[in-house]
Every structure is written in structure tokens, then in C-alpha cells.
């Protein structure tokens, strides 16, 4: 993923993988009326968050905006560049929100009318709240927002359950709460559909967090109170009894000793889950309604009650909101889909969205200077960040957002999102989004990334489709003035540093256009603030697509067929350029967007044909691979001449006419090269609608090492003022060769100033895998901040990137070091961050020097193919001596399931219908697995993982519950690892597509749980010098010196069987990681973990098959008994599984199992098992009537079983030792074990039964309370023996009451006397036995002694998290 846009300012550094996000920002909040005396400036630092998309944090996509520190827009040149800056009052306020910089303040000025009306935008980002500032109307009265959608998915809530109200007006919530439902709202059907969310499954990380804190504020006091009380009572029996010898008096101290250890426990281990909210929604005759209970946000009894709501219909239809409480502030929007069975409540994943959709469009009449760029225009949000995720956009969010900007008919389409791709201008969402452009002729602009300053780092889809508008972020002067409150702002304007640069792997020049890409914007009401700076090229896009929208806004009030192809033929032939070298068009694309320009363009040529260029180019000779560009990045491809055969295709809108359009279509094009010597092509070329190739040849021979950049442009021959109908980039890298053994490469004496960034560019050596590096500075006073990163392009890879921010305080040396691949061209781009060092006027000195270390093998992924053979590696040094010291573990497990069920569905819904009409389907799999131990896992699908954008595939979403239906973990196609407890677990994953087909063939899926193997269960591997060393034990290899030129081979040695963590069923792999080399500046103890040396590679091993059972298959000795003794038994076990299998639902079935009971008894009298199976059957009953009777009986049946069994016998066989070997008696001794268990089952059930007996009676065994709620059933009177207690007393000879299975009747014993604090400890130290899955019924008991207590806090506590433990059925996808 790319680090599009951390989703807050970010003040540290966005990098990838190992170093905090590159960003800084400052927050805005001010008052009504802006003045300058009411602004606050404040800066926050915000850690990059689990699953939010810094890309820095997470290889993953991400809303693209990445702040930083920085600089601001001028009025100088259009451009922004600027000698003498100052700034007042109104330039400051400007500054915060740039418009002179692309023209758009220029142009509104000279067209008011023309300032986005008419123009609707879709916003695909993380959510636009409706409540925000400057974004309720347009600047011409019209509602801002037409509609609110969450695309993912994330905030439906399931309402398919229907209840009919009561003859008080109350319904049942799906929750388990009583609803009053208000009289007056219209409800035709009498119909209520309800359902319910844990509302912190709506809020975004931050606010969670924020509403934790002040939670558990007002949980602690009243817990605090608690304390207090129990610690009272405590005290008072202390003084009452100073001495504690009797044994009742010492339980009940105990008890009040508990209850006080359990209040300051359950401080320990405060977990909030969050509130429920409870959902209704009804059909009140002309449209669906919705109405929430939020009781449990509020803090006053009577605040949140259903009736009191003011009920939604769907956003689009009355454009409504609601906001939750006052505490959270938190605004959404309700929409009702599939008639009434699913509620979607839309709130945001982020502010990015609403920050983003500020940019384009905010309308603030008290202060115009803070508008955004498009006051008038409108906008629908189009959620795609998912919050489930963190905000991670989804395939499903991209699917809808796209069929929803069609269905409202949206001029335009804003993206800040995107991520590394592995395969350019191609994918299911590119195929959408090139109907979007070309058939429904939207304008779609996205960002280019913030994975700068390299080249190559623009990402999908806006840097790598050809049909989006990409836009890389530009900083003014004014800006960095102004919003970023720098010393000394720049002269002139530049490109953020981390903005991402082109060109694409296929070589399209990857960056459109630059726009600012910073601004102080509205941001969502949850954050207690009005507007907060972000920056990013999540912030040039929404700058450059409010600017599209002027234009666009302009073009329809004149009549000028608005087209996507004419916008962008446009704003790209009027951009200002930003740089004066070529190459620059890398970093900015044809320049800084100028809103005026393009009017004045499509006013001269806006009835031209209305037409795209599509180039195709191969290297002549050769069909494949396609191209977009010419890109010549190694070292063969720059020494010598090659020809290009170039495809140039007019590409219509769908709906163009033949005869009208295509046939009449013929352009005379002039081709002209930017170099002549270096690129020459045919000087003209006839177009007709049919396209035309021609050839071009390219010679590099004769430039120096470094980047060359060229174009060749087609210009109109009869209208050569339209500037280039189409361009073909041509980038050429000349890479310095590496010819000093040892290979080493310096780059002395680099002068650096702020923003300045230095390319090298190395042909890295056959048989380089690492890089150590040094890098050292001097002459600069204050601190420096520099980017430093290393890129290779490797064929149907993703760009390997390598990045580090540094920051020197003082001059000093640093040392790196990095995996490479030997052949391929690595860039070096080192950066000084834009705004550092700004105010001093010394530049930085920078020494950088390379050295190249590598250990060529002959297996760079090692598989172990179960064996007990040993692998042979054969290794050496091809560059310069090496110290050869191989490491290998294996750390984590995989294990292969399919699917145990599948499920295909049409997805009913409008929002899941194509624009063509087809209705997208899903394909829900299940798979089962266990964890013996609790684990860190996560699912792998290796088909459909890490890849959102270049992938045919529309979507995936996996959720993992256990079996009382708890969700533990979801995830997309980048899965996480989660921590599980040990269980059994259902995967159930999630697929859509509108190809049945595709769908069908995925039925027998094949996915992976990876599980990480605990660090005692971490296998390390071992070397030997011989190929018998794995079984001789001798010869171990530890470590050599590998001389050029000279092979070495060794032995990796599989695991030992023994060394086989537990559950690793064969076929399952074990994986993990080898190293060969270590770094020359690792300690002694360096390079041991293969990880954590800068280069390793992939290490499986395959489980083979279990070792048989020695004894397996052994022939059981004959017994002594008869055929007719043995048919005999056999018999009788059939008809007792026959009673067993019976159902006993209805009377009748009742009847004839009590027949078939009382026959066996009498055919088989004092039969221990038939005993125990009738006691079984009348415990399975449901439909009981008179439950005393009941519960009689089940004690009689019991007390047969107890009557049956000789307990002397039983007593005597187990205080005698049995021989484990020998099997008769081994024998004996289960069938006693299942005779001592069918005892001590008869024995609990019938004291259940008693205390079931007891409660319905409603006796209360026992003595008085011996203290304030405390009974102790010792106190007994003689005449009245307590029969409880005294079959709890045989209970305990034969059972561990403490245990799982028999702890709960320890529990009631404890409650019975009156002993609750002690009944809560023993309880909580059965939930915490993880030996069984959570039980229900014993945190139902848990809630009723807390409610006994009096302890509301907790009792309140608990059963919001019975929604989380033991919800009714899993939530939607």
C-alpha cells in the first residue's frame, strides 16, 4: 500500500514497514467569525494506528494524504513562486485553503456564476459527515450533500427479525430490551423489523478511544463506591468479630473478603466493548423509517429512548442526520435495503473523507476565503473506507461507490486513496473505471501517492490507469507561510517531497498534473473541531477536482459538450510547469493545474472531436509485453539503439455515432520529439478513426549516466494551438556501472538545500543481494531531515522499495543496509524534507557510500520435502570475499482446509446492480479448524491475497467467530494476524463477483491458516558438512569465508520428528526463514535470527505422515463370555441406544419413551448405563408442565443411578494401583471411570434438581444470615438434615466441584448460604478454565449474583458484553 495519506496529520515521518509515517501537521479550530485573533494553531502527533493505511505502517492501501511539515501558496506567477513574502490577515486565511495557485480564485472572481453549479462530484473516500462546516448548501441555496452511502458494507446491522408491538406499545429489540414505541408514527403493517450494533463497531479508532476514556471515568467512581462499601462492611465485621475461629464465621469473612478482592480485580481488567444501540425500522406507508434507542450512550435515565427519536428515512429522500449523543458528537445517516431486512447506519472511518470533501466544494459564507475550490457544486459520499478494516478501502466499497456515482449521475469523481500495484492499468476496478470515463463520461482525478521521493512510486489506480486523472501535491509559498507556519518559506513553489513520482512500470508517465496538496478544511464533528490542516496528495486531488469542477461547472452553462477527454486534454495542455528540466515532468506531470487556462482552451476548441488517444507500444519484433511509454531503466537497454513500434487508437465515447462521428474522423498530426538526436520518429501522421502505427527509433548511446527524460508529442497540424493530442513519454536511465572489486560506490560532497532531492542511479552487480551503506553530513547548523530511498523495478513485481527517514541534529554518520537484486538498475534518491532547514541559510554537505556484499545459492526458496534427507546448498561469493554463516528457522505453520459448506446467493439489493443491469452475487465458504493452545493466526488465500486494484477479482472479506458465534477477527485481502484462545473456530469467507462462473470455480477453495509457533516451539535448523550429518550426528557446519570464484556446499538438516510442534496434521507446511551472510558491522550475536539480516529467503517444510501405532491392529484377547452372552449384551446396549435416540417433544412421544423406560428397567434391573440413559432422557426434556414433579423425578432416576453402583467397590478400585500394561485390567479400570463418572452425573443433577425445587417452592434452606447477606447452611435443625448439602458431601468424593463441569453447583451452593462474593470468585475461576468454549448460562449467573449485589455497574458491565460473547448470529458481510 502507499502512503496515500496518512488519514490525520501525522507529525514523524511516513515510511514503510520499519519507521514511523512521514508527516507533520498542524489542527485548526476556530470560532463563527474567523479573524485572525480567533485562530488556533495547534499541532498533534498521532501514532499510525493497527489497521489505518499509513502505508507506512502497513503494505497495504490507504486514504492518500500524508502530512507533513511545510510551505504555501503565493501571488506571484502562476505558479505560486514568490521572492518577497509577507503575509496579512487575508492572505494568511488564504493560505489555509489554496485557490490562487491552480486560478480557481481568479477565475470564480470573473465568473460567479460558473463556481462548480450545475456540477455533482462523487467523493469515494472514508465518509463526508453532513454536520460539518461549509458543507450543508451551495453557495446558490441547493442542498450540498444528495447522498451518504457506506459502500463497505461495514455499518449494516441485519433487521430481518420482525416483532409486532404489545397492547402497552412496547416491542422486544433484538438486543433483549423492552422498546416504547412512540404512538404517532405511522405504521400501516403494525410490522416493526429490528436489530442492533455495538456502536463502537461504527466509530473510528480515535473516538472509541475518546469515549473509552471517558467512560471508564464514570465507571471508576462509581466502582471506587463499590470498593468503599464492601471494604465497610469488611471492616465492621473485623471489629465485631477479632477473633475468627469457627469455621461458618471464617467463610463468611471470606466471602466479604472476596467480594472487595473482586471489585478491585475487575478495575484490573475493565474492557469497555461500547454501548448498544438498538435499531427499528418500519414502512410507514410511503417510505422506510428508522429509529434508534441509544438509552445506553446517555448518561440521564430518560435521554436516548426510541420513542424520543426523530425518525431517518433514507439519506437521499430528506437528506437527514442524527448524531448519537452529545458526548460522542458523532454524526450518521440511515439507509434501508432489501425491504426493510438490512439497516445500513453510515458514519465515517476517518475525516479524510470530509477534509477531502471540504477541499473540493465547502461553502462558508462567513469567511469565502476558507470555501473550497467548488462552493456551488454538490456531492454525493461514497463511503469505501471500511471501518471494520481501520478504513481500508475494499473491492465491495469500489464496486457500489462506482455504481452509485452512475446512478446519481455525477459529473465527477474524487479518489485519495490507492496503493502499490503489481500490474499497471489493469484490474476489475480499472475495468469499471474505464466504463465510468468512457461510457458514462465521468471525470474521474485521484492522487498519485505519497511514496516519494523516488520514481516509480506512483500507485494505483490514479498514477497507473490511464483513463484517471492523477495529481501529485505542489507547495506554495503562501502555503508553507501561511498553513505550515515555516520560518522562511520558499522562493518559489516545489513538490512535497514525499509526493509520488512516474514514471509507471510500462512506462506512462504516472503524475497528470499538480495541485496544491494542502489545506486547513472542514473535518468531521466527532473531532471537536471545525476544520484541521491535512496534507497529502489526498489533498492536490480534491484541490485539482474542485478545480475540473469550475471548469466543468462552466462548460455546461455555455453549452460545451463536457467530455472527459476534452476536460483532460485541457487542464494538461494549460498546466504550468513546475521545474525547468524535462525530467521534472516525472515528479509534477505537465505542471500546476490553472483553472483559467482551461477555460480559455475549451471555450477555442471545445466542439472538437470528442476523443481519447490510446498508445500502444512494443519493442518491434515482439507482441508482447504491451506498453504505455518507453522505459529504458538497465544498463543493456541504455547501450545501444532499439525501435519501438507505436500504436496510436482514437478511442469514442460508447455512445458515438458512426456515421456522424467515427466515419468523418481524420486528423493530420505532426509528431515532433523533443530530442532528435536521442528520439527520432516519421515527421507526420494521417489518423483516422481506424488508429495507425509507426515506428520510432530511441538512441541513448551517447548520454551520460543519469535520468533522461523525452517526449513525443502529436500536434494538429491544422490546429496546432491545441497543444498535444497525445504524448508518448520516453524515460531513460543510465546507470553508473559498478567496476571497483570490492564493489564499492561513493557520492561525495552532495549539496543540499530544503527540498532538494539527489538521483543516482547503479547498475547493481550479478550476484549483489545486500547493500551496507554509510551515510555521512556535515556544514549545517540546525537539525536536517532527509528521505532516503532505494527503488528497483523488477518484471510482475511491485516496485522494491527501500525507505528510511534520517534526521541528523548534528553532523554524524549513519549506517543502513538493504536487500537488492544483482542486474537491475537501483535508483538512490536522497531528499532533504522540504521544509527543513528553512531560516538557516547553510546548506548540508552528504557523503553517501555503497557497498555491495552478496551470497549467490542455488535455491533461493528451500522447500523440505518431508524426508529425512537433508537439502544441499551450494553458495558463493561472486563479488568479494564473504563470511558464509547460514541460519534457518521455522517459526510459523500453515495448515491447508476447504470449504465443509458453500453458499451462492443473488445479492438482492439495487446498490449491488451493475449499471448494465447485472445483479452481482456472492459466494459465502465455510471452513472449520481448532487451536489446541491459543495462537496468533490468520487466514492465507494465495490466489486472492495483497491485491485490491490489479486483480480480476471483485472482493473478499473473511470473519473468524467461534462456536457461540464471536467474532475474533476480520479482514480483506491484506489478513492480519489475531489473537485467538484455544477453540474451535468457523472461517467463513466472503466472495463477489457478477460472473457466476468465476464464482463456481472457487467452490473448493483452498485457503491456509498461519499460525505463528510460539518461541519455545521454534524450530532452528541445523547445517552439516556431510550428507549423512542429520543422521550420524557429526560434521556440523557453523561458518566459512567464501572467496570469489569458489563454490561451497553444505547441508540443511530437516527437523527432528520430535521437533514437530503439536497439531501439525500431515501436509501441513512449516515456514519460516534462511539467511546466508551477516552484516559487517553485526556484533558476534548478529545474524543468528535469519529475519532480521538484510537479506533471507522463504524455508518450508512439508509434515509427512504420523508414525504408526505400534499397537495399533494388535487383536484384542478373546473374552471368556458365550456367543449367547455376548448377543445377549449386544441386545440389551441396542435397546438402550434406541431409548436414547427417542424424541420426547410431544405427549405422545413422552408417553412411549416412559414405556419403553419402565420395560427395560424391568428387563434390566440395577443396570448402571440404562439407568443413566433414562436419567439422561428426562433431563433432555423441554415442554415440561409441572416442573416440581418434574424435577422429582429426575431425583428419583438419579437416586437409581446412585443405588446401582457398590460405591465400597468403586472406593476400593481406585485406592488400589492398576498396572498400565496390562490391558485386561486396563479395561477394568475405564469401565470403573465410566461408572464413577454416571455416579458423580446422578449426584449433580439431583442437586440441581433440589435447588430447582428449592427456587420454585420458594423455601430457604439454611440458617439466618450470620452477617449483613450472609447465610451459612451448617446452621441446620436436627429434625430437618440438610439433603443438599449432604449429597454435595458424596458429590465431592467423586468429582472436583472446582472443576469446569461441576464448578456451577459449587457456585449455587455459595449463593444458596448467601456467600455471593465467594459464589463470584469460584465462578470467575471457572470462566477463566479455557479448557471449553464460554458458557452461556454461567455469565448469566454471573450477572444474577452481580444483580443480588447490588453492584449495577457491573451487572451493566456484563451484559453489554453478553452482545459481544453470545450474539444471537453473526454479523453481515
Known sequence: MQCHCPLFNVSSTCRAQTTPSRASASSFSTRSTLTLSSLLITTKKLRPKRRLKFRCKLNKSMPLSSSTGGAGGGDGDGNGSLRRFKLNESTFLASLMPKKEIGADRFVEANPQFDGRGVVIAIFDSGVDPAAAGLQVTSDGKPKILDVIDCTGSGDIDTSTVVKADSDGCIRGASGATLVVNSSWKNPSGEWHVGYKLVYELFTESLTSRLKSERKKKWEEKNQEAIAKAVKHLDEFNQKHKKVEDGKLKRVREDLQNRVDILRKQAESYDDKGPVVDAVVWHDGEVWRVALDTQSLEDEPDHGKLADFAPLTNYKTERKYGVFSKLDACTFVANVYDEGNVLSIVTDSSPHGTHVAGIATAFNPEEPLLNGIAPGAQLISCKIGDTRLGSMETGTGLTRAFI????????LINMSYGEPTLLPDYGRFIDLVNEAVNKHRLVFVSSAGNSGPALNTVGAPGGTSSSIIAVG??????????????????????????????????????VCISAPGGAVAPVSTWTLQRRMLMNGTSMASPSACGGIALLVSAMKANAIPVSPYTVRKAVENTSVPIGALAEDKLSTGHGLLQVDKAYEYVQQYGNVPCVSYQIKINQSGKLTPTYRGIYLRDAGASQQSTEWTVQVEPKFHEDASNLEELVPFEECIELHSTDKAVLRAPEYLLLTHNGRSFNVVVDPTNLEDGLHYYEICGIDCKAPGRGPLFRIPVTIIKPTAVVKRPPLVSFSRMSFLPGQIERRFIEVPLGATWVEATMRTSGFDTTRRFFVDTVQVCPLQRPLKWENVVTFSSPVSKNFAFPVVGGQTMELAIAQFWSSGMGSHETTIVDFEIEFHGIAVNKDEVLLDGSEAPVRIDAEALLTSERLAPAAVLNKIRVPCRPIETKLTVLPTNRDKLPSGKQILALT?????????????????????????????????????????????????????????????????????????????????????????????????????????????????KSSILVPGKKEAFYLSPPGKDKLPKNSPQGSILLGAISYGKLSFQGQEGGKNPQKNPVSYEIAYIVPPNKLDEDKGKGSPTGTKTVSERLEEEVRDAKIKVLGSLKQETDEECSDWKKLAASLKSEYPKYTPLLAKILEGLLSRSNVGDKIHHYEEVIDAANEVVDSIDQDELAKFFSQKSDPEDEETEKIKKKMETTRDQLAEALYQKALAMLEIESLKGEKSGAEAATEGTTDVDKTSDSQPDLFEENFKELKKWADVKSPKYGSLLVLREKRCGRLGTALKVLGDIIQDDSEPPKKKLYELKISLLEELGWSHLTTYEKLWMHVRFPPSLPLF
Not at 477453540?983 to 466472495?991: P, T
Not at 491458516?1009 to 560434521?1035: A, H, T, W
Request: charged letters at 25%; proline letters at 6%; hydrophobic letters at 35%.
Open 404 to 411: 452509485a456515482a452512475v446512478e446519481h449521475k455525477c459529473d
Open 473 to 510: 501535491a505542489y507547495v506554495s509559498p503562501a502555503m508553507a507561510a501561511g498553513a505550515h507556519c515555516v520560518v522562511e518559506p520558499p522562493s518559489e513553489g516545489l513538490e512535497y517531497t514525499w509526493s509520488s513520482r512516474g514514471p509507471t512500470a510500462d512506462g506512462d508517465l504516472g
Open 925 to 1037: 465458504l465455510t471452513y472449520k479448524f481448532k487451536l489446541e493452545d491459543g495462537a496468533e493466526v490468520k487466514p492465507q488465500i494465495p490466489l486472492l491475497n495483497n491485491r485490491i486494484y490489479d486483480t480480476k477479482f471483485e472482493s473478499q472479506f473473511y470473519m473468524i467467530s467461534d462456536t457461540n458465534k464471536r467474532v475474533y477477527a476480520q479482514g480483506d485481502v491484506y489478513p492480519d494476524y489475531s489473537k485467538l484462545p484455544k477453540g474451535d473456530y468457523n472461517l467463513q469467507l466472503y466472495l463477489r463477483h457478477d460472473n457466476v462462473q468465476y464464482l463456481e470455480k472457487m467452490k473448493q477453495l483452498v485457503l491456509f491458516i498461519e499460525r505463528k509457533l510460539e518461541e519455545k516451539d521454534v524450530i532452528r535448523l541445523s547445517f552439516f558438512s556431510q550428507p549423512d550429518g542429520p543422521i550420524m550426528g557429526n560434521g556440523t557446519y
